[in-house]
């Protein structure tokens, strides 16, 4: 019988739910001095987040989830056969998914601060740039969810639920990372 355990701490709780709303808010609220504001707020949330990674607490730190090469491809066949790997923290696939988000996040907020510069006054590539990565997060955005929903249908683990209470099922006899 799986026993609940502790993965995600108050802090990785806290960035993923602000950051989420800072993104939906930005992806369809106005483009306006706010806009700019929780762009900046959502950033540097993900730099708090990459920084716990090295510090924080256990299934937090990068060392509990990188998707390596070998954990992915292993991941990926579990798939195919049927029967995902159990994984205390992120899969493969969601610890990838993650660093894309974070990726994009950061990117995005880089080319918003472009966009402002005196020096690209009157250039049209920052706001188009910042325009495809704002498509790049949406579509992210909407294949994170909907993999969280079917991971949580398939493998009977409420991964939404996680994120906000921090327990997931600690299974016997599973790969846990």
């Avoid at 937090?60 to 998707?67: D, G, I, L, T």
């Avoid at 996040?105 to 472009?114: F, H, K, N, Q």
């Avoid at 009157?122 to 294949?143: K, M, N, R, S, T």
């Amino acid at each position: 019988m799986a026993t609940p355990v502790k993965v995600w701490d108050i802090w990785v709780r806290f960035t993923h739910w602000a950051v989420a709303g800072i993104v939906l808010w930005n992806l369809f609220g106005p483009t306006d001095s706010t806009h700019r504001l929780l762009g900046y707020i959502a950033a540097g949330l993900v730099l708090a987040r990459i920084v716990w990674g090295f510090v924080g607490s256990r299934h937090a730190r990068f060392s509990a989830w990188w998707p390596t090469r070998s954990h992915l491809f292993d991941y990926l066949r579990s798939l195919t056969k049927g029967k995902p790997i159990h994984h205390v923290s992120h899969n493969p696939l969601g610890a990838l998914m993650a660093l894309v988000l974070w990726f994009l996040i950061l990117a995005l907020a880089v080319s918003g601060w472009i966009m402002r510069l005196d020096a690209f006054w009157g250039e049209d590539w920052p706001q188009e740039i910042h325009a495809w990565l704002a498509i790049a997060v949406e579509v992210c955005v909407c294949v994170h969810v909907a993999a969280a929903v079917l991971m949580s249908v398939w493998t009977r683990e409420n991964l939404v639920r996680a994120m906000v209470t921090g327990e997931k099922r600690d299974a016997q006899n599973k790969k846990a990372s």
